[in-house]
């Protein structure tokens, strides 16, 4: 079996991935002790621009992480239905707008639910955002008819449960299965046990 949507191209290898994702979570530490300095100096006016400002500068941190190791070909999460589809346009030679012309980088923990974690925290260190942005800030490339299920299901700003995430993508509304990755990206090894417990991984 082709293993080629999960294979990193450019210059992201794995120590490239691990720098991406070290800045990522550095930039986001000091957006966020930027914004609690701003609570304390800004007048209620000036710090709801900052927090305007701030939130889609945080959404762009999460894009980033979650497109650490691709935004599509080397992403190491991909529904069943979008791997093959992948793999069909490649066989048949399209070009690399083609192939991914159908297909959705999908956040597994909406964006806005993390925001608001991140927004949350009082005593914001690397460390803690680190675990955050593991365990939350994780995006698998679906298909657009599966990515219109979950905007159906209303699960586009809502998740099912935030101790496994990947309840999302297994419940009464929505059915989507995760291709099993051979390449021991860490993504995905850190996520595997939840992924199991959520019956996600195809069988």
């Keep these: 079996m082709s293993d080629s949507p999960f294979k990193v191209i ?5 120590d490239g991935a691990l720098n991406w994702i070290k800045f990522t979570i550095d930039i ?37 992480f979650s497109e650490a190791y691709g935004k599509f070909s080397g992403c190491p999460f991909w529904s069943v239905k ?19 012309k159908n297909l959705r980088h999908e956040h597994v923990y ?7 974690k991140l927004k949350d925290l009082k005593k914001p260190s690397y460390k803690i955002l680190e675990d955050l942005f593991k365990r939350y800030a994780i995006a698998a490339v ?10 159906k299901a209303k699960l586009r700003t809502l998740t099912i449960s935030d101790e496994n995430i990947w ?25 595997k046990a939840k992924m199991d417990e959520a019956l996600v991984i195809e069988r």
Aim: net charge positive.
């Design 110 to 116: 909406p964006q806005v639910l993390l925001i608001k």
């Design 28 to 64: 986001a530490l000091n957006i966020l002790d930027h914004r609690l300095k701003s609570k304390i100096n800004y007048t209620e006016k000036e710090f709801h621009v900052n927090e305007l400002i701030t939130r889609e500068l945080l959404g762009r941190n999460i894009w980033k």
């Design 167 to 191: 309840k999302r993508y297994n419940n009464k509304d929505v059915k989507i299965k995760i291709k099993n990755n051979t390449l021991n990206n860490d993504f995905f090894k850190y996520h």
């Design 82 to 100: 979008a791997f093959d589809h992948f793999l069909s346009m490649k066989k048949h030679n399209k070009t690399k707008a083609e192939c991914e």
């Design 142 to 151: 679906i298909t657009k008819d599966e990515n219109d299920l979950l905007n």
């Design 10 to 14: 450019g210059n992201r290898n794995n």
